[in-house]
């Protein structure tokens, strides 16, 4: 199903209950943010404010909840499009041995022609206004967290060319206001438009950008895509939509756009100019990205409906609405994965606490020994997921959507001494935890159910879980450091625990985790997660969360061997916050992301006047303990 612009998805929003127009002024400085930060975290719905102090009215939270991003991509279940992509590459890779049979498929063919992009002639309802003296501040641009650079456009549609092959890559990269015509664009070195720059600063040239706001909202999708290179983001829109992507010539700059977009800023990057000190950014792992040097966009000229909406999204501590924009990746590139690399795939779980690349578990069917260990190698090889960070295999033999009854399985068939996979490789660069930048350790686990020749005994092992020999008063006092302790996770044959500590020397985990596994208590503990004193580890996914955030996973792990073949071997985490003083860290560490308290008195004060119905506090204050001195670099102690 194809949107003919933004409005009309607007329209089926409200139509389905999922939309709420909220007429009083907010201001798109922090309070915004602050609302929707309630209305995501309690499956809230869309937000249109439609008083910003400007021209222009914005939509958020959009595609923030499963119904609404099959919405978006005009299905019903995210499933539907794969399943239409391993149809459709069953039917053009399938052998054809008549002509008959090859005749049939040539109405296949011109359907795909049908979504195929298309350049027409004249000008689109992007064009309907056209501003040559462009003003950024003229739209409702966010400053979203309080320790932000400034303002920034956070769901632009960014389009640039190679200039050699005139390929073209759409992709979304925040982008820091600086002035009333110039922003930064932040893409990372891994991605493609990084390589079109790269290419126009060999050749000297200045390289048109043109952004595209609003539309379809499978076009903001299709630039989120994990596409291969050569791959057009906007066939991929077309097969989704069923229809084609119209494009039309920018006004300034030598590069096309969607023609039903609402809003678009064209202008040029000359890479021969000085970077931009862009940032801090409250990001999707849920810490401030820390400041970088980025290329300068000058703008040329603004373009828009007349009826233009703004499109905008927060990121920020999951769950937040990116995290179902990373759903319908998980689910949509399924079919190819395992069409073309995996075929032993089933099924693939990003959990939100992971926030995309820390963490990943994946389901195969499993028939020989060995195969858990050639699928994590082969996905690692893969893309975007090269980027993750940890990965448990499971097999056809657990439910990967039952959380409880997945954990008891990863726990009942993972051996850390022998199903464990540790190695380093790229990593994202908003991964914080890496000693260095972009480069990190990796891991694996396969908790699959083994065959013989993959036990290190003869037989599985067995654990008698017992969270009451585990005494928190009986460790302090031997151990004052370890302030809080949760070992409700083995009462359901978890075997997991987590410990808080207050770090006060070098070396302190290793110490503590010699000590506590020479006592009997602790060889039920397969798995033993420390995290800092002030993190509430009674909530499991918050822990989950922090740990995979602040892990570099080489770095920071510890395998105990077992004695003996009929002893449980222990893998042991540090997922504290690293300093220089203890842990000889030489980076800064981001902050985790909270509303201040003035935002937070503001919106607390309009919230009846908004129609959002009843109160819901700010979830700021459910981390506001957490919250480091330092601001979006965290003070050392």
């Known amino acids: 199903m194809a949107y003919k612009n933004l409005k009309a998805f607007i329209d089926a929003l409200e139509k389905e209950g999922e939309l709420v127009r909220i007429t009083q002024y907010v201001n798109p400085i922090l309070e915004i943010t602050e609302i929707t930060d309630r209305i995501s975290k309690n499956n809230g719905p869309a937000l249109l404010f439609e008083n910003t102090g400007t021209g222009f009215p914005l939509l958020i939270n959009s595609m923030g909840s499963y119904k609404r991003m099959c919405m978006a991509l005009g299905v019903k279940d995210m499933d539907e499009i794969s399943k239409d992509i391993e149809s459709l590459f069953k039917e053009m890779t399938s052998p054809k041995d008549s002509i008959l049979e090859k005749l049939k498929m040539l109405p296949k063919l011109g359907r795909i022609a049908s979504w195929m992009p298309k350049v027409i002639s004249g000008k689109g309802s992007c064009q309907e206004v056209i501003n ?16 932000d650079g400034g303002p920034f456009i956070t769901l632009p549609v960014i389009h640039t060319q190679d200039p050699t092959t005139g390929n073209r890559n759409v992709g979304m990269y925040r982008m820091q206001i600086f002035e009333k015509n110039l922003t930064a664009l932040h893409w990372h070195r891994h991605k493609v438009s ?27 999708y299709a630039a989120t895509a994990p596409l291969p290179d050569g791959i057009d983001e906007y066939m991929l829109a077309g097969f989704i939509r069923k229809q084609k992507v119209e494009l039309v010539q920018c006004i300034t700059q030598d590069i096309q756009v969607p023609a039903d977009a609402d809003i678009i800023i064209e202008g040029y990057v000359d890479p021969q100019e000085e970077l931009i000190w862009e ?20 703008v040329t000229c603004i373009t828009h409906r007349k009826d233009a909406v703004y499109p905008s999204t927060i990121v920020g501590i999951p769950p937040q609405e990116d995290a179902w924009i990373g759903k319908a990746t998980e689910r949509i590139f399924l079919a ?11 099924d693939m779980e990003l959990p939100i606490e992971g926030v995309f690349h820390n963490l990943a578990i994946v389901q195969i069917e499993k028939t020989y020994p060995g195969q858990a260990l050639k699928v994590m190698n082969s996905l690692w ?13 499971v097999d056809q033999h657990t439910d990967i959507r ?9 726990s009942k068939h993972f051996d850390p001494q022998q199903d464990l996979v540790v190695s380093q490789g790229p990593t994202d660069v908003l991964d914080h935890s890496c000693s260095k930048m972009a480069f990190g350790g990796k891991l694996g686990i396969d908790a699959t159910r083994k065959f013989p020749e993959e036990l290190r005994g003869n037989e599985p092992l067995n654990i008698n879980y017992d969270s009451e020999s585990i005494q928190l008063k009986a460790l302090q006092s031997e151990f004052p450091e370890i302030i809080t302790i949760n070992t409700n996770l083995l009462k359901s044959e978890i ?32 798995v033993l997660i420390f995290l800092d004193s002030n993190i509430d580890i009674s909530h499991v996914g918050d822990a989950l969360w922090r740990f995979s955030n602040n892990t570099d996973v080489k770095r920071d792990h510890i395998l105990i061997s077992a004695k003996n073949n009929d002893l449980n071997a222990h893998l042991v985490l540090d997922g504290t916050r690293k300093t220089r003083a203890l842990d000889g860290f030489q980076r800064d560490w981001p902050n985790i992301l909270i509303s201040d308290a003035p935002t937070i008195e503001s919106v607390d004060k309009l919230w009846d006047s908004l129609g959002l119905g009843t109160f819901i506090p700010s979830p700021s204050l459910r981390y506001k303990k957490q919250y480091e001195t330092g601001g979006a670099v965290v003070l050392e102690n």
């Open 336 to 346: 190819p994965i395992k069409m073309t690399m995996v075929p032993e795939i089933m």
């Open 495 to 526: 075997s997991l625990v987590f410990i808080g500590i207050e770090k006060t020397r070098p070396n302190q985990v290793p110490e503590i985790t010699a000590a506590l596994f020479a006592k009997p208590e602790f060889n039920q503990v397969k």
């Open 132 to 147: 040559l003296q462009p003003d950024l501040f003229s739209l409702p641009i966010m400053k979203c967290w309080p320790e």
């Open 402 to 410: 039952n959380t409880a009854e997945l954990a008891k399985y990863v």
């Open 381 to 393: 090889g893969a893309g975007q997921m090269m980027f993750t960070k940890m990965m448990v295999i």
């Open 194 to 220: 990084a390589r079109h720059f790269e290419e126009y600063k060999k050749l000297g040239k200045k390289m048109p950008v043109a952004v595209a706001l609003g539309g379809d909202p499978v076009y903001t």
């Open 279 to 298: 940032g801090p950014f409250g990001d999707h792992t849920g810490y401030y990205s820390l400041p970088d040097w980025y290329p300068r966009f000058h």
